[in-house]
Structure formats: structure tokens, C-alpha cells
């Protein structure tokens, strides 16, 4: 009866992080090993073994930080209508567990750091203590969007760090792109809350600007992300497929947009979920050809 329990346990607190939502900051972390595997040559011995650690670590410490933020937040979360049916609050998830639960991704995290080198491993508590901290920032700064962005843009450059043992600047246009990718679509998101946000003292950028200009914000924000992108393609001298991408992210985002509007926040999950799952896995799939033709044409001149 223990493990049957305990498996049930597991499955909710999966559930109650939205696990399958790992795949919003992966394949740009992806990317960023592929760039670095790029400016090696392609000459890193045990590559494989590289991106499982990369996924490892990735996985591992998105589920750390989205369980210590629900955590934190499960007084706020019983509080708002949106939210109190949420694990924690609904008594579904125990503190106690979602604790434990914590605790073992983020010792699951610095062992796949310890695993791909001493930098990445040297860094690590730096990138939780990212992650940790921003479950904060909504009781004391509007700007709390762009901490997460951080959060998740410091993805790419790990990952960079982690094939190459050391940091190129430009890979922080990675970085950017996806601190300003993820703002733009936390701000859409936290539209929904705006009333609530006022009522209970929150912070954020809807009740700062009021939600028809936080929807505006977030669209320069995306704006801000192709920007960097484009920066990023040139810096590096990448190819068509990696323009095209940036095309595709860009289509995506426009449509994204035009699902949400300052008097109509019902499609907003829509918006948030499905659209920037497709902008990940695209932007993934047109660098990671590029990248991955541009190395089979090498070998063969």
C-alpha cells in the first residue's frame, strides 16, 4: 500500500506543477547546446551523455522552482477564485511532500550539474536561488514578469556553459529572447488576475498599467525577443532555416496576440498553453536544422 500511495503523491504533485509544461524553456536550452556543440566543431566527446545531463537538469529544476512557488503561494492561491482549487490549496498535495518533492529536484539538479562540468556545478545554487527567488517579487515589484523571464532565460546560456565550460556574451541574446518571450506572455497571463492583484496589494505589471496597456507591453516585449533573435542569427552567421524560424516565431506570436484583447480575456489559456508550446518547438526544430545541415554540409567539403 506504500508505493501505490506514494505513487499517487508523485502523480498529483506532477499535475499540480503542469510537468508537461517543461517543454516551454527546453528546446531553447536545446538550442543553446547545439550553438555551443556549433562553435566546438562538433568535437565534444560523449555529446549524448551532455544533453541528457542538459535535460536532466532542466527538468529538474523547472519542477523544483514551480513546486516551491506553489508552495509559497498557497495562501494567495486559496484566496483567489482563479486558483484555490489548485493542489496545495484544494488539499490534494501536502506541504509536507510538496516539500520533500522540492527538496529532491533540486538534489537532482546539482547532481546533473556536478555531472557536466565544475562550472555548470559551481553555478548551480546561483540559478535555484534565481528560480526560488522569484516566487517573491509579486509582494514587493511590478516587475516580476521579467525576473521570471530570467529565470527562464538563463536556460539557453546554461546549456551553453555546460557543452563549451565557459560563457560567450552572444549567447546571452538567447537569453534575452527568452526572458522577453516569457514576460511577454506572463503579463497576458496575469491579466486574468488584475482585480485581484488590486484588492489584495499584488504587484504587477496588469495593475500597474491597467490590462489594455500591459497587453500593450507585452506585444513590444515579443518584439524585444525577435529583435534579439535576429541579433543572435547574425552574430553567429546562421542560415535560412534559422531566419525562417524566426519568421515562424513571429507569425505565432502575432496570432497569439490577436486571441486576447483588454475586453475579452477568455481565450487567454489558449493564448498562453498552446501558443507558446508551438513557438518553443518550432524555434527548435528550424535551429536545430540549420544548425544540424549547416554541419552536414561542412563534413562533406
Known amino acids: 500500500m506504500v508505493m501505490p500511495a506514494l505513487w499517487n503523491r508523485l502523480r498529483l504533485t506532477l499535475e499540480m506543477i503542469k510537468f508537461e509544461h517543461s517543454i516551454f524553456a527546453l528546446p531553447f536550452a536545446l538550442t543553446g547546446a547545439l550553438l555551443a556543440f556549433r562553435e566546438s566543431g562538433f568535437r565534444n566527446p560523449g555529446w549524448l551523455w551532455i544533453l541528457l545531463w542538459i535535460v536532466v537538469a532542466m527538468v529538474a529544476a523547472r519542477s523544483a522552482a514551480m513546486a516551491f512557488n506553489r508552495l509559497v503561494d498557497a495562501d494567495i492561491d486559496r484566496r483567489n477564485p482563479r486558483t ?13 511532500f510538496g516539500w520533500a518533492f522540492v527538496a529532491v529536484s533540486s538534489c537532482v539538479f546539482l547532481v546533473a550539474a556536478r555531472e ?39 536556460a539557453p546560456a546554461a546549456a551553453w556553459i555546460a557543452v563549451r565550460g565557459s ?25 486574468q488576475d488584475f482585480e485581484f492583484d488590486v484588492g489584495e496589494g499584488l504587484f504587477s505589471i496588469p495593475r500597474l498599467l491597467g490590462v489594455r496597456r500591459a497587453l500593450i507591453l ?12 535576429i541579433l543572435l542569427c547574425v552574430l553567429l552567421q546562421l542560415g535560412t532555416l ?28 489558449a493564448a498562453f498553453f498552446t501558443m ?4 518553443s518547438v518550432l524555434f527548435f526544430c528550424f535551429w536545430a536544422a540549420d544548425i544540424l545541415l549547416s554541419r552536414s554540409y561542412a563534413s562533406r567539403y
Open 84 to 96: 484555490r482549487n489548485r493542489h496545495i490549496p484544494a488539499r490534494l498535495v501536502s506541504t509536507g
Open 116 to 154: 557536466l562540468n565544475p562550472l555548470c556545478f559551481f553555478l548551480a545554487p546561483v540559478a535555484l536561488a534565481i528560480v526560488f527567488f522569484y516566487s517573491f517579487t509579486k509582494r514587493f515589484t511590478s516587475f516580476s514578469h521579467l525576473v521570471l523571464g530570467l529565470a527562464l532565460g538563463i
Open 167 to 191: 560563457l560567450d556574451w552572444r549567447i546571452l541574446f538567447l537569453t534575452g529572447a527568452v526572458m522577453f518571450w516569457t514576460a511577454g506572455f506572463d503579463i497576458i497571463y496575469a491579466c
Open 218 to 229: 507585452s506585444r513590444l516585449l515579443h518584439v524585444a525577443m525577435i529583435w534579439c533573435l
Open 242 to 269: 534559422s531566419l525562417i524560424g524566426i519568421g515562424a516565431v513571429a507569425a505565432l506570436l502575432i496570432y497569439e496576440h490577436s486571441l486576447v484583447r483588454a475586453t475579452d480575456l477568455s481565450r487567454v489559456d
Open 276 to 279: 507558446n508550446g508551438w513557438v
